[in-house]
C-alpha cells in the first residue's frame, strides 16, 4: 500500500538554526498537510496545502514557517529559527481529490532543539 | 470553529474484554468523523471514518464506531481487544481542509 514518508525520522537542531522537513506524499495525492504534536499533547493541525499555496493555517503556523512543493514528489516544512518550543513530532499527511478523504499521515519526524 | 472532546485520558481493560472510547464533537456544519491509532513511536494511522451513509462504520482490526448526530458522538468500540490493541487513539474531524483532534486515549490493554 503507498505510503506517506518522512525524512529524517530524528533531527537535531541548535536553537536559532534554521530547519527543513522532508515529506514524499502519496503520488496521487493533491492535498497536503503539516501537524505538530508536542510531547504528550493533541495532534496539532499547522497548515493545508493545495494547487501549490496555502490552503488553510492555523495561529500556530506564524513568520517563522514556511511550506513548499520544490518538485514533483516533495513536500517541506522549513523552520526559520528554531525556538526551544518547536521541539515537537512533525506529522505530513496527503490525501486525494477531495477535502472530504480521508489524510493518510506519515511516520514523523522528531524535531529537538537544543 | 469545530472541537473534538475524548472523554476519556486513559482506559485500562483486561484481554478479550469489550472496550468503548467516547468522542464527542461540536461543529456549526457538517463534518467527517475520524478515529485514527498511534502505536509508540509511530505516527498516525486511520481506523475507520464517517463520511455518510450508514451511521455504523467498521474499520480494521475489527473496530466499529457509530456516529450519532443528534448527541454529536462518534465513540469507537471493539467487542474483544487484545494486548496488541494497546496504543493512543485519536477521534479527529475533519471540514474545511483541516482535521481537529481530540485529546486521545490510551488504551491499556492488560493480560
Known amino acids: 500500500e503507498p505510503e506517506v514518508t518522512q525524512t529524517p525520522s530524528h533531527q537535531v537542531t541548535q536553537m536559532g538554526q534554521e530547519v527543513i522537513l522532508r515529506c514524499v506524499p502519496i503520488?496521487?495525492?493533491?492535498?497536503f498537510y503539516w501537524y505538530r504534536q508536542i510531547l504528550g499533547q493533541k495532534v496539532e493541525f499547522l497548515v493545508s496545502?493545495?494547487?501549490?499555496?496555502?490552503?488553510?493555517k492555523s495561529e500556530i503556523f506564524d513568520d517563522q514557517f514556511s511550506v513548499e512543493r520544490p518538485d514533483g514528489s516533495n513536500f517541506t516544512l522549513k523552520i526559520r529559527s528554531t525556538k526551544l518550543e518547536d521541539s515537537a513530532m512533525y506529522f505530513c499527511?496527503?490525501?486525494?481529490?477531495?477535502?472530504?478523504?480521508?489524510?493518510?499521515f506519515g511516520d514523523g519526524t522528531r524535531l529537538s532543539i537544543l | 470553529a469545530q472541537s473534538v472532546t475524548q472523554l476519556d485520558s486513559q482506559v485500562p481493560v483486561f484481554e478479550e474484554a469489550p472496550v468503548e472510547l467516547r468522542c464527542n464533537y461540536s461543529?456549526?456544519?457538517?463534518?467527517?468523523l475520524f478515529w485514527y491509532v498511534q502505536y509508540p513511536n509511530q505516527g498516525l494511522q486511520l481506523l475507520l471514518k464517517?463520511?455518510?451513509?450508514?451511521?455504523l462504520v467498521k474499520g480494521i482490526n475489527g473496530f466499529e464506531a457509530e456516529f450519532n448526530k443528534s448527541q454529536t458522538s462518534f465513540h469507537l468500540r471493539k467487542p474483544s481487544v487484545h494486548i496488541s490493541d494497546t496504543a493512543e487513539y485519536f477521534c479527529?474531524?475533519?471540514?474545511?481542509?483541516?482535521?481537529?483532534f481530540g485529546d486521545g486515549t490510551t488504551l491499556t490493554v492488560k493480560p
Open positions: 499527511a496527503s490525501s486525494e481529490v477531495s477535502w472530504n478523504q480521508p489524510q493518510h
Open positions: 503520488s496521487n495525492h493533491l492535498y
Open positions: 496545502f493545495y494547487n501549490n499555496e496555502i490552503s488553510e
Open positions: 461543529s456549526s456544519v457538517s463534518v467527517y
Open positions: 464517517y463520511l455518510s451513509g450508514s451511521t
Open positions: 479527529a474531524v475533519f471540514n474545511a481542509g483541516k482535521s481537529t
